[in-house]
């Protein structure tokens, strides 16, 4: 099996690309792929890493107004387009796959162009700008959530799967964790963080509530700061004594997540559709602050969806507090086992296979 991966520009839309290709390969040993990012995306780093043949195109985003800029973007998109078609028919892929960002625009516009299977995946109930557009073009539209049907109405066909990162996380290595952690299993892990990216307020409440972890020595926090803020937060961090910070461990981004959430307790995060995917598989419980910066707010919906399940608690950012986040923290571990059953039975840990097969049916059908 050939295939080329795109998706991009933040972590929610790369790992479930890379988690794809986990599955294929699971399957398929001598599958070869070819991952097409942008210069600019956290792709660029995270899929190196992956140790996957990486090519770029230039690409940037709509603006949801009329502007000058729009019509920059339309001319890179078109170049994109040719630049992709190039990398096509020299890949010479049996299905080419997308999992959202702008940088999949081009590259399935191409594909479909050239009459290559295509296979969208969208991670969120409302669908981005991209995969909105693309699907009038493409063969396959895979969703995490039912409600995201309505948005796909002129798609040829949409199936519900679930985010593959959720099948990635349930086949963590445990140990691996704790070893990384250098911790026995008796602790309780908590991890806070703020998307792929990092969250000014949540790094702040998490400060905030610092001096008074004293009296919860059970508790390990993991606490990912954003690369971008983590100079800071040491400097703020070191200023406590040791005692207190040997029940932390501060990183600036977590290249093993699976590990890590395969052995917490509690997930503090923003609530980002790949990471609601991994905790509800894996039926780690939440308090989730949503990012208020999000198109159409979307961040909120998911949230609130969690928390009406039973599987969350969520915080607005406005209503953040050192004080109030330890509260809640309180709470959900005093409640656990009620939260993490509810967050197992919304979990979808089936995802990847899925979505393998639907890729399948259409390689074959071509
Ligand atoms: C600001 C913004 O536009 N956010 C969007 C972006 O979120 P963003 O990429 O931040 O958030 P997600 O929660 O969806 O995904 C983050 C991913 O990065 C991983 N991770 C994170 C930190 C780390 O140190 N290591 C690591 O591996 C997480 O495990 C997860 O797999 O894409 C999501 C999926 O389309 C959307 O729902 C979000 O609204």
């Not at 099996?1 to 988690?19: D, E, F, K, Q, S």
């Not at 790949?274 to 910066?293: C, D």
């Amino acid at each position: 099996m050939r295939i080329i991966v795109t998706g991009g520009g933040t972590g929610g839309h790369i790992y479930p690309a890379l988690a794809m290709v986990n599955e294929i390969k699971k399957h398929h040993p001598n599958a070869e792929v070819l991952y097409i990012g942008s210069e600019r995306g956290l792709e660029k780093d995270i899929v190196k890493r992956a140790d996957i043949p990486f090519v770029t195109i230039e690409i940037s985003g709509f603006k949801r107004k009329l502007s000058l800029e729009n019509l920059k973007t339309i001319v890179k998109f078109l170049k994109s387009v040719g630049k992709s078609k190039q990398y096509i028919k020299e890949f010479q892929p049996d299905v080419v796959i997308g999992t959202g960002g702008f940088v999949c625009g081009p590259v399935l516009y191409a594909a479909s162009k050239l009459k290559i299977p295509t296979v969208v995946h969208e991670q969120n109930v409302i669908p981005g700008l991209t995969n909105k557009f693309l699907s009038n073009y493409v063969d396959l539209i895979a969703i995490s959530f039912e409600g995201s049907k309505e948005y796909f109405k002129k798609a040829k066909r949409v199936v519900l799967t679930g985010n593959p990162r959720a099948t990635e996380v349930v086949r963590a290595d445990k140990t691996n964790g704790y070893k990384v952690l250098n911790i026995t299993s008796d602790k309780k892990v908590i991890l806070i963080f703020g998307g792929s990216r990092g969250a000014k307020a949540i790094n702040q409440a998490f400060l905030e509530m610092l001096p008074k972890l004293n009296q919860y020595q059970n508790f390990h926090f993991v606490f990912v700061t954003g690369n971008v803020h983590y100079d800071l937060i040491q400097k703020e961090i070191q200023k406590y004594d040791s005692k207190l910070l040997k029940n932390i461990f501060v990183t600036p981004y977590l290249y093993n997540m699976p590990e890590i959430l395969a052995i917490t307790d509690l997930n503090i995060s923003r609530a980002g559709a790949s990471t609601l995917a991994e905790v509800t598989a894996l039926g780690v419980p939440s308090i989730l602050i949503p990012s208020p910066y999000v198109t159409n707010n979307h961040q909120e919906k998911n949230a609130k969806w969690l928390e009406e399940q039973g599987a969350a608690k969520m915080i607005k950012e406005q209503e953040l507090s050192g004080d109030k986040l330890l509260d809640t923290i309180v709470e959900v571990m005093k409640n656990h086992q009620s939260y993490s059953q509810a967050a197992q039975n919304i979990g979808k840990p089936e995802a990847a296979t899925k979505l393998l097969k639907e890729m399948e049916t259409l390689i074959k059908k071509k």
